[in-house]
């Protein structure tokens, strides 16, 4: 028993989900890549999971390098959302402006106004379908506690804010 394709993709369409970036940089080169397909694993240790196409270059220079970044957006980012996920688009012109990019602790490129940024190591790629499932351990996180959310949401981005009682207060 099963499901048409185009059955699970439309099922999966309403299933909103943040937006990130994931990057890597490492003796296979630099890359990144548009990724909603995001959880949390476990937090003992600090885990999350990122489904990746196979079919993408990002796959296997995730897998070789061993490390990763998931750069959580925010809704500035959208531009550039579309942009890593522009298929084909050159690895330079994705990161054309280096002064939005800089390193945490393993030297995978972190967006500088990320909403979030995970600093990982890959544990292991499981590979199931077309896709990879990718294990990472998060090994260090910044967070910008003003940032709003970008959402992907029945095939569009649609923009969050938190609980006025939530949000921090503006700096100096
Ligand atoms: C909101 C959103 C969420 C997404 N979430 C995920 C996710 O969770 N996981 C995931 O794997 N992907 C996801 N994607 C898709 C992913 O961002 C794109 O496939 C991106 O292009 C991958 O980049 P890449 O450089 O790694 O691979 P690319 O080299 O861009 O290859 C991606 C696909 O495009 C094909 N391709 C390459 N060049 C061309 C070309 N010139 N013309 C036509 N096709 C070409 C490749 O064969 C491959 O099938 C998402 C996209 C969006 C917009």
């Known amino acids: 028993m099963s499901v ?5 993709r439309a099922a999966m369409a309403r299933m909103g989900a943040a937006v990130s970036i994931i990057t890597s940089d490492g003796p296979a080169g630099r ?9 949390s694993v476990t937090d003992q ?26 750069n959580i957006l925010a809704p ?3 531009g550039l959302c579309r ?3 522009t298929p084909g688009a050159p690895t330079v012109e ?5 002064t939005e990019w800089d390193t945490l602790k393993t030297g995978a490129p972190v967006l500088r106004d990320a909403a979030v940024a995970l600093d990982c190591t890959v544990d292991a790629i499981n590979d199931v379908g077309t896709h990879g499932v990718l294990f990472a351990r998060v090994q260090a996180i910044r967070m910008n506690e003003r940032a709003d959310g970008l959402i992907y949401f029945a ?3 649609h923009h969050l804010s938190p609980p006025a009682a939530l949000r921090a207060p503006a700096a100096d």
């Open 4 to 8: 048409e394709k185009d059955q699970f």
């Open 31 to 39: 890359h990144g890549m548009t990724v909603s397909a995001v959880c």
């Open 45 to 70: 240790p600090a885990t999350l999971l990122a489904c990746i196409n196979r079919s993408s270059r990002g796959y296997g220079t995730l897998k070789s390098n061993g490390i990763v970044c998931v």
């Open 76 to 78: 500035q980012h959208e």
């Open 83 to 85: 942009l890593f996920a």
């Open 94 to 98: 994705r990161f054309a402006d280096e």
């Open 155 to 157: 095939r569009a981005f």
